[in-house]
């Protein structure tokens, strides 16, 4: 792959020529191709004028649609924009760009989109090489294997699964036999996956089965992303600061502002602040919730916390996210803060949605409230809410923030996925679950962004048991992590 020094400069030498070069998700776009030199011989040798740099996107229009990728042309990325700050990027912000209406066509639309966006990621692994579609597995016998999003499992008395296999040209049943590999693999709803094994039942008839002996997750390289983080300063996160509250931690979130003031060596470094929701408690999220609220006008809420933003040094760029404590739909994807509210904070806080894609430089974080968390530890053993990182892998192999429609998460039915997880993070963070939790996941840093509110009597009845305090550290050079407690 163009991990060869040769291949590396032979694709650099021949965009050079034609006066632009690629950006790093181009580079790990032609990572997954077979030929990567042809595809970049093909592109310039069109008659297309390049664009500077020359993208992901650009790269995929010269893919010939073979039978078993998507017919359907990826359209263009929405909530992409560059805020003022030259290094920062966000994509996958659905601020302005929403087009949910709550019709029954919505529903289709966004389920279409899903199941393309994930078929394009499937569709990269060597395990759909020879995939067929419904139509066309429902007119053989033996072996197949298919791209399919999985509708309704019900599990018979035997412990066998029955499952409903949905693609755009038709339905199939399907069987998980409790004895086969694919039925540990916890296959949920909606998910969409490549489902390997055979055919039941007779040709053309409307009771044909598919019996599922393994299936592949879309998933995120084992390898990870070794490219070398050309970033200059830190990153620091925190989330759910929940202001308003009677169990905010004051004392905690004024050593944390004495301590952004400082000259201390590490603050001295830091460049970005990254907030994962949940800035405010808010009014009315949960029966009684005036009981627990010191502060009990949402924009009071807010106006005191961009006066203590206000104590952040201005070299520092804030980016903050929404929760479902803020002021905003609570349907994912969220908003970003409105305008009155974003004018309660200082200059250099740059707001977005939930969830949003951060490009630092090189680096991308997706930021993610967390909402899933809870459904997916109801949903999967091996996730505890405890352990927040362990819903984030999951997500990861699903490569979608809320794979299961319906369950606690509301989800709105945009035109485009936009929890669907397209690129590979750098960083994930997540709060919402008000733990502090770093580890490391097939290259992705995976991090749950602690909270500065104590225990809740909600949590207290819950048996949950909060983090707090603490902010992330992470440092590009190395990409070493520290925990600063305050
Ligand atoms: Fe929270």
């Given at each position: 792959m163009v991990d060869s020094i040769g291949m590396r400069e032979t694709i650099l030498k021949e965009f050079a020529e034609k006066n632009t070069l690629l950006s790093p998700g181009a580079w790990e776009y032609l990572d997954s191709v077979e030929d990567p030199v042809s595809l970049v011989r093909k592109m310039v040798k069109s008659s297309k004028k390049l664009p500077f740099p020359v993208g992901r996107d650009s790269l995929e229009s010269f893919v010939e649609p073979s039978e078993n990728?998507?017919?359907?042309?990826?359209?263009?990325?929405?909530?992409?924009y560059p805020p003022a700050v030259s290094e920062i990027r966000i994509d996958l912000d659905i601020t302005g760009n929403s087009t949910c209406t709550g019709e029954l066509e919505d529903f289709t639309n966004y389920f279409l989109n899903r199941y393309h966006k994930l078929k394009t990621i499937l569709g990269k692994r060597r395990e759909a090489k020879g995939v067929m579609n419904i139509r066309s597995v429902k007119k053989r016998k033996g072996q197949a294997r298919m791209i399919t999003m999985v509708g309704d499992i019900n599990t018979s008395s035997n412990g066998n699964k029955f499952l409903t296999l949905e693609d755009p040209t038709g339905k199939m049943k399907g069987f998980i036999s409790s004895d086969s590999k694919a039925f540990n693999k916890d296959i949920l709803e909606d998910e969409v996956v490549i489902a390997?094994?055979?055919?039941?039942g007779k040709k053309d008839k409307f009771d044909t089965t598919f019996s599922i002996e393994d299936i592949i997750r879309p998933s995120v390289p084992r390898n990870g992303n070794n490219?070398?983080?050309?970033?200059?300063?830190?990153?620091?996160?925190?989330?759910?600061?929940?202001?308003?509250?009677?169990?905010?931690?004051?004392?905690?979130?004024?050593?944390?502002?004495?301590?952004?003031?400082?000259?201390?060596?590490?603050?001295?470094?830091?460049?970005?602040?990254?907030?994962?929701?949940?800035?405010?408690?808010?009014?009315?999220?949960?029966?009684?919730?005036?009981?627990?609220?010191?502060?009990?006008?949402?924009?009071?809420?807010?106006?005191?916390?961009?006066?203590?933003?206000?104590?952040?040094?201005?070299?520092?760029?804030i980016i903050a996210i929404p929760g479902n404590h803020d002021i905003v739909r609570n349907m994912e994807p969220q908003p970003s803060l409105p305008d009155d509210?974003?004018?309660?904070?200082?200059?250099?806080?740059?707001?977005?949605?939930?969830?949003?894609?951060?490009?630092?430089?090189?680096?991308?974080?997706?930021?993610?409230?967390?909402?899933?968390?809870?459904?997916?530890?109801?949903?999967?053993?091996?996730?505890?809410?405890?352990?927040?990182?362990?819903a984030m892998k999951e997500m990861l192999e699903r490569r979608h923030l809320v794979p299961v429609y319906g369950k606690k998460t509301p989800v709105a039915p945009e035109k485009e996925d936009l929890l669907v997880i397209e690129e590979v993070p750098d960083i994930f963070v997540t709060g919402h679950m008000h733990k502090t939790e770093v580890t490391q996941y097939h290259g992705t840093l995976l991090i749950n962004a602690s909270t500065w509110q104590d225990q809740t009597d909600y949590q207290k009845m819950r048996d949950i048991h909060p983090d707090p305090a603490k902010v992330i550290i992470y440092d590009p050079d190395g990409s070493k992590v520290d925990i600063k407690k305050c």
């Open positions: 990728s998507s017919n359907e042309k990826s359209e263009k990325k929405v909530g992409s390997i094994g055979h055919v039941w490219r070398k983080k050309e970033v200059d300063g830190k990153i620091a996160f925190i989330g759910d600061i929940h202001i308003g509250s009677t169990t905010f931690l004051k004392d905690k979130w004024e050593r944390f502002l004495s301590w952004m003031e400082s000259n201390d060596r590490t603050v001295r470094d830091i460049k970005y602040l990254i907030i994962a929701g949940d800035l405010i408690d808010g009014i009315g999220i949960y029966p009684n919730q005036e009981d627990e609220l010191e502060i009990k006008d949402v924009y009071e809420q807010y106006r005191i916390l961009g006066k203590m933003l206000e104590r952040i040094p201005d070299r520092i760029n509210v974003q004018a309660l904070f200082p200059g250099n806080v740059i707001f977005s949605g939930n969830p949003s894609l951060i490009h630092i430089g090189d680096i991308r974080i997706l930021a993610y409230h967390g909402g899933s968390i809870n459904d997916l530890s109801d949903m999967l053993p091996q996730v505890s809410s405890d352990y927040p990182c362990s």
